[in-house]
Every structure is written in C-alpha cells, then in structure tokens.
C-alpha cells in the first residue's frame, strides 16, 4: 500500500477499522415503532462499537426508509409485500438488499451477520423468528412480550439447548433480570413484578364500564404504541408479564406477584429466600433497558436520565384490584394451565385491543371476550409449535366470530 | 467398633458428624451486645452448619457466661480483665478456654479454629483484631464501622493481600455490597445511602440546642444501643458510614451521597453509569444483613420477616439537612482529608458521646467538639497503625482537655 494515503482516513473510517471487527451487529425487527425508534437512539449514543445490520417494519414505509437511508443497514425488510416495490423506489439508490413478506424476519433472524436480533414487533408475528434466532443461538433481547407468553416453554427450551442468551427488554422484566444477579437463580423466593396500574388504577367495577378509548389511551406515566397502552389500562399487560416471567425465570407462578406502583420508579423487585429483596429503579423510559439488553453483560453510560429520589419524594404501593381488572385473575389462570392457554389469552385480547381501537366495542368487552375464548377452549397441556398457532387462530376467528353473533 | 451403640446417638450427634468437618467455624466479638445477641439468634436458625467456636464480651459477665453455658464454645474471652476471675468461677465447670484482657480479641482473630470473625465491638477497641484477623485470610463480617473508618486504607490493603474476605454487616453497607452484585465495581457512578434521619429530622437549627438525653436515645426505628442511637440522632453514624463505604468499595467521596428515608426500608442503592439504580429493601432488622454475611455469598431461609410494600404504602425520600446536622459535612471533609482526620472524628465523637450519655455536656456539644479536634489537628495524609491510634488517644484526651478548661 502507498504511503501517504493514511491522511485520508476520517474519524468514522478509523473507528470502522478498529471496532469493525468486534462491533456487536444488530438486527431491529420492527424499527418504525416506539422501542424501535428508541433502541435507535440507544444505539446512536453507543457509537461506533454498535452496527445496525437489519432493519424492519410492517408497513410503515416511508420511515423504514428514512431509517435506511441514515444506518446504511445491509438489509432491510417490510413484512407486508404490498409496500416492497414502494420500498425499493425510496432506497433504490443505496446498497441494501431489500426482503419483503412474512418470512423475510425469519430470515433477518439467521443472517449470519446478526450477534443481537432486538425483537419489538407487537403481537405474535415475530414468534418464528425468534425461534429462528435461538436456534441459531444468537442473543436475542426481547422487547414484545409474545414470544414467551405463546411460547415461553418451547423458547426457553430452544435457547437453553442452542446457548441463545435471552435478555429481556420490557421495564419490568429487565428490572427481574438485574435484581436477580444479587443471588442464585435457586435463592429466589418471590418475583414481584410493578405496574403504574394506567389510567384507571381507582375505578370501581361499575364506572370501568363507561370509560371511552380516549380516555384508555392516556396512560399516566408511560408514551408507548396504542396496543400496549390499552393493554395497560385492561391489565392485560400485567397478566401477560405474569406469564412472561414465569418462562423468563423459571419461577412458579405462585412466587409470581403483582404490585400497585403509581410513580413507575420501582420497576420490579425480587424477594430471596433470606427476605432480602433486591429492586431495580429508574425513570420510565424505555432507553435504559434496551441499553442494558444491548451492552449485557456490560453497562456504559447512556441517554437515561437519572432518578433523583429527593426531588421525586414519595414512592406509593398498593395491591391490584382483581374484581375491576379481571384480566389479571385470568393471566394466572391461563398461567398454571400452561400449554396453549396462554396462546389463546394472547390472541384473544390482540383481536379485542383491535375492536376497541377501532371503536367496535367498549373498553369491559376485552376482558369478557379474552374470557369467553378462554371457556370455550380445550387448552391442549403440552403443545407444539403448531398447537400454539392453531391455537392462536382458532381464539382470532372466535372473538370475531361471537362479535358477530351479537351484532345479529 | 461394638455393634448396638448406633442407638445412642442423639440427632445432634448426627448433625455433629454430618457437618462437622464442613461446618463453618465463627467468632463473634462483642457477643452480649445488640448485635452480638442477634447474631446468637441468626445462628441458632441456621442449625448445625454455623459452629460457634468464641465469644467475647468487655464486661457483661454474666451474659456471657450464660451465652457460654448455652453455645459451649471452644473459647470465651472477656476483655476487661477484672472480670476474668467471675468468668472462671461462673463456667469453670465447662471445657471452655477462659481469655482475659484487650489482646484476647486479637488472640481469637488469629485462631485456626476460626473461619468467620464477626466483629460487633463498639468503638476503636477491636482494631487490632480486626487487621490480625485479615492477615491471617479470614472472612470478616464486620458490625462496628470504626476499623474500616479509621483504618480502612489499612485494613483493605491487609485484605486484599491475604486474602481475606470483607462482608459488611450494617445495614446499609449490606445493602449497597448486594446491590453491586448487579453490575462490575468500575460502573458504579453513585453510592446512596440511606438514613432513617433519626428522632431529630426535622428539627431546625435552634430547637436541636434543647434536646434531651431521653429524647436522643429514643430512635423512631432501629432498636440499637445507646453509642450507635446517639451517632444516628447527631447523624456522625452516616459520616462514619460515608467514610466506610469509601473504603469498602473503592468509591471517591463525591460518589458517594446521603438520602434520609425515614421509614428504614429501602437500605441503601448502587446508581450505576448507565442510569439504572439497585436498591435492597427489608424490613428495619439487623437479623437479615447479619445472616447474609455469615452465609455470603449463598443465601439461605432464615428468621428475617418479610417486607409488604402494598402494606406499608408509602417511601419518602429528601435531602439531608446539613446545617442542622453539622457532623455530616464534617465527615465528607474528614473523607476527602485522608489519613489521620477521620481517626480523630471517631475519637473525638466517642469521647464526646460517652461524656452526652453520662450529662454532662449538651446534644449538640458533641458536633462542636468534633469539629474543635479536627480544627486543632493536624493530619497526617500517610498514617501507619500506630500514626492512626496516636490521633484516636489525642483526640479523647483533647476532647476531655476542652471541656476541662471550659468548666474552669
């Protein structure tokens, strides 16, 4: 090589030399949404040792391409076909290799080229790949709860057999995981999982009936995407976390406990066998867990705020009403069931969140339909991957389906 | 061996044969004390794994001879040695070793028979048991904060090369060593240390001139003895507890920040760099960190009950008042100093406290003639072991010497 060409080389060159090697390769499935769009930041903060390699969203194209056009990924996917041609006209221009449909996460998932596949896509779309990437043992930080809630058993099972790191992303779960560093996975004696309760933390069971989507979009303290907000406020989130942990931590449900926490500072604790219990805190943004699942089991500075418990002053706990929030009874339910219970719970509530949204029914109808599906099933004990997806239809057609029935 | 004696042996016996060699062999040095008896407690739970092989007490005679009668150690020691005689007479009929005067700590430090030297001696008495128990590689759960605090640069040093282990006892220092547990030493940006604020928090700085000795010794949570009761009112407790934790965990003062929680339940937090804050709770009950340091780094059942947070509602949080509580700011200057300084805060407030006990100086007093040593002294930035207990026997003779003069 000539000398004298060294001069040309610019910060970003140099840093691409030196962390080129070693930089940890990111994969974000579903970058357009609320923890997308955070975990981008995250990543913007964390230098040149982070590379984005693959990028997806579902239909939000325009963004998607945005996002290409400024992190230059190798791939980039949008798993509705119908925006693909839209797609390559807006970053025709660039070297990425465009995927589109369904499968095109499975296939981001095994690219050779990912370390960390970020998972934040809502719902239960992105469950194949995930399954794909632990079988390829890539370390996988979870963001959607889904994956181990319809698969919790089969996941953990796939990760554990093919040295899949798994780190969850989710405050709560995130908040379990640092705490339970304190000990031995055997020492722990109770998980006690917080949640701020959403908007309508004190209603009663008669004036939950009346509350209008507006109202169950405002959530108190945390700004996330319209499913998981209304999930919040139904309790549906809490039930599912239950669910989640339980797979996550290898813990009984039993030892599984929900806790009232307005200020959302506490983000969950856990109780060890000596009655220590260990809790982590910070202030509700999303940053600091997606950092952490990023650089685990590192940490390094970030974009998070600090807390300041003097300024914040108090911090208040109270038990759940299960009688106003039935969803949360029916999570444990669906929990000690196991097998394709928690699939049908699932998919029950999506169906539900989705009416709702689009102002079909009211805000008590989510929890009665998640309800009735949950009657009518015969939840199979131990189930395949397959079971769980049949599940997962048949509980979709059937909120529809009794929808339907009343409307006649 | 003769067939049939089998049916002799008692469930003890087994235990004995069954641990004996694996069991772990403590000291306790200052046993008839608040600590000293809870530890008894702690120990009694955790059945035959935790031997007692010595116990200790300055002069409390006849507690300690009742605690020998009933743990049966290999030694029981007596520091003041005009009791030595009563001891004899009082368990002469035991197989125990009787020790007498200040070296016989410092002899049971260095026992073979010892694994775990728990140190719960008020004051500046177990220093030299305390560095001899380090040099010869023992695990040291240390109670009282005055080795660290006036030798802390010493002791760890002495630790780290021989060996031994250092698990803080005290609440918050308990906390804040399981709270690291959650990340590496080097991302650590922020030791909190919490405080209940004592019988006086919200005094001002006129009203705290008037303060009884009934008043001071009444401490709204910890139940404790009367030095440690007096340092928590005068808030010297968290100053020596800030200069503790410096040593302890490697941290530069400025990390290090004092919080008043006065409902005792959150006892201390770690603020790592990426934001994240791990906090331990329990419940005001030495029981639990005591426990922790005998079984660290396992945890295992024990006789500490269980927080409720839903039943205790709320926390609340606020800034220490320093001009109230002069002590404070002394300490982080004392921190910062080095050396000598912090060896003549402890000795001066020792002297002081024993003179408020006994009436004969005022509450406030004591801040005032830490702060008269500390102006008058001065400190050696490099102090060896004798530098350090030179500036300790100044400082009690210059606080006497004050006051002296002043009733003259």
């Known amino acids: 090589m000539a000398k004298g060409h060294n001069h040309f080389l610019t910060e970003a060159h140099i840093s691409a030399i030196v962390y080129g090697s070693m930089a940890k390769k990111i994969a974000i499935l579903g970058s357009t949404g609320s923890i997308g769009k955070n975990a981008l930041r995250v990543i913007d903060a964390l230098g040149p040792e982070y590379e984005i390699v693959a990028l997806s969203a579902n239909s939000s194209v325009e963004l998607l391409a945005e996002q290409a056009r400024r992190y230059q990924p ?18 025709g221009d660039l070297s990425i290799e465009i995927l589109a449909g369904p499968d095109s996460l499975t296939e981001i998932a095994q690219l050779e080229e990912v370390d960390i596949l970020l998972t934040a896509i809502v719902g239960a779309a992105g469950l194949p790949a995930v399954l794909a ?3 390829c043992g890539k370390t996988l930080a979870i963001a959607n709860k889904e994956p181990l809630v319809i698969a919790g058993e089969l996941l953990m099972e796939t990760a554990r057999k093919n040295g899949s790191t798994i780190v969850p992303v989710d405050s709560e779960h995130s908040a379990i995981f ?25 209603a009663t069971s008669e004036n939950i009936q009346n509350v209008t989507l507006k109202e169950a979009l405002s959530h108190p303290v945390w700004d996330m995407g ?12 809490k039930a599912l976390e239950v669910i989640e942990a339980h797979w996550l931590f290898d813990v009984p449900v039993e030892k599984i406990e929900v806790l009232i926490h307005p200020e959302s500072i506490v983000h969950s604790l856990v109780e060890f066998v000596d009655g ?7 202030n509700p943004d999303m940053c600091l867990p997606i950092q ?40 444990y339910e669906v929990a000690r069931t196991g097998g394709t219970a928690a699939a049908v ?23 009665e339909l998640i ?11 131990t189930a395949s991957l397959e079971d769980l997806l049949q599940a997962d239809a048949w509980a979709r057609r059937e909120v529809l389906e009794c929808l339907k029935q009343k409307v006649r």
Chains 1, 2 share one sequence.
Request: charged letters at 20%.
């Open 133 to 135: 990437a632990a079988k």
């Open 276 to 282: 220590s219990l260990i809790a982590q805190l910070g």
């Open 292 to 331: 952490y699942a990023l650089t685990y089991p590192a940490r390094v500075g970030g974009i998070a705020k600090r807390v300041r418990l003097a300024n914040i002053g108090k911090l208040t706990f109270e038990k759940p009403n299960s009688e106003v929030f039935r969803a949360l009874p029916l999570g």
């Open 371 to 381: 309800e009735y599906c949950l009657n009518k099933h015969n939840a199979k004990t």
């Open 74 to 91: 190798r791939f980039a996917a949008i798993t509705n076909a119908d925006f693909a041609d839209e797609l390559r006209e807006l970053v």
């Open 178 to 202: 640092q705490a339970m560093q304190a000990g031995a996975p055997g020492e722990v004696s109770k998980i006690i999982l917080t949640g701020s309760g959403g908007p309508f933390r004190n």
């Open 226 to 237: 319209p499913k998981i907000t209304i999930d919040s406020a139904t309790m549906v989130n």
């Open 345 to 367: 719970f699932n998919a029950a509530n999506e169906t539900a969140v989705q009416e709702f949204l689009e102002g079909r029914i009211k805000f008590v109808n989510i929890a």
